[in-house]
């Protein structure tokens, strides 16, 4: 049972080009959460999303950032029109149950934007 | 102030010794978690707690709800345990998102 897979593990994108990540949760996991971890910061939540549904996305800064967790392939953390801002890590957790009562996390994405 | 602080922000210690990482919280929670990260890697959980205390080969991480308090030990500490140490908390009012701690990066020097 291969864990939380996250591609690419490294993205390069010029400023005001468009990033797409990708989460593959864990077999039989529904719910997906993508957190944000900025140079010499923690880590702050983003968005948790359910099969087709955004649950809370108390998170995401209100531009430029989406997400989806479609009812067939990965969840996208889209970022359209990066700016240096954005270059941070960006993991996604996932959980068969809500309330993400367990931790599994993939290995993260890290975006650098030039 | 953060709603999940961590104590200390950076530690060194010599191969053998005892580590503990403390972790302090606000909010009323109904889980806390503890995590390692390494450099450029990824975020394995160590430990996901509610009440008392569980030990996994070296590690051992106990909880005080009453004084909303955490921490994370390690026995006998070798340089592989050097890392970032995160306690992370899910809240009883935010449903399924975690609040996340600064870390604690450790250093263990053989």
């Known amino acids: 049972n291969a864990g939380v897979m996250q591609n690419p593990r490294h993205l390069v994108r010029r400023r005001g080009q468009e990033a797409r990540l990708r989460c593959s949760p864990m077999k039989g996991h529904s719910h997906v959460y993508w957190y944000r971890q900025l140079p010499e910061e923690g880590l702050k939540f983003m968005v948790y999303?359910?099969?087709?549904?955004?649950?809370?996305e108390s998170g995401m800064p209100k531009e430029r950032f989406s997400a989806e967790f479609p009812k067939e392939g990965p969840s996208i953390l889209r970022i359209q029109q990066v700016v240096r801002g954005d270059s941070a890590a960006y993991f996604c957790?996932?959980?068969?149950?809500?309330?993400?009562?367990?931790?599994?996390f993939g290995q993260g994405t890290r975006l650098t934007v030039v | 102030k953060n709603e999940v602080e961590q104590s200390p922000q950076n530690l060194t210690a010599q191969e053998g010794e005892f580590i503990t990482i403390n972790c302090s919280y606000s909010v009323g929670i109904s889980a806390l978690h503890w995590l390692q990260q390494h450099p450029g890697g990824g975020i394995v959980s160590l430990f996901m707690?509610?009440?008392g205390k569980k030990k996994h080969g070296r590690l051992i991480a106990t909880i005080n709800i009453q004084e909303k308090h955490s921490s994370l030990h390690i026995t006998a500490s070798h340089p592989r345990d050097s890392a970032v140490y995160i306690c992370a908390v899910r809240e009883e009012t935010s449903g399924s998102r975690l609040t996340f701690g600064e870390g604690t990066q450790l250093t263990v020097n053989p």
């Open positions: 999303l359910q099969k087709e549904n955004i649950i809370d």
């Open positions: 957790a996932s959980s068969p149950l809500p309330g993400h009562t367990e931790a599994f």
């Open positions: 707690l509610s009440s």
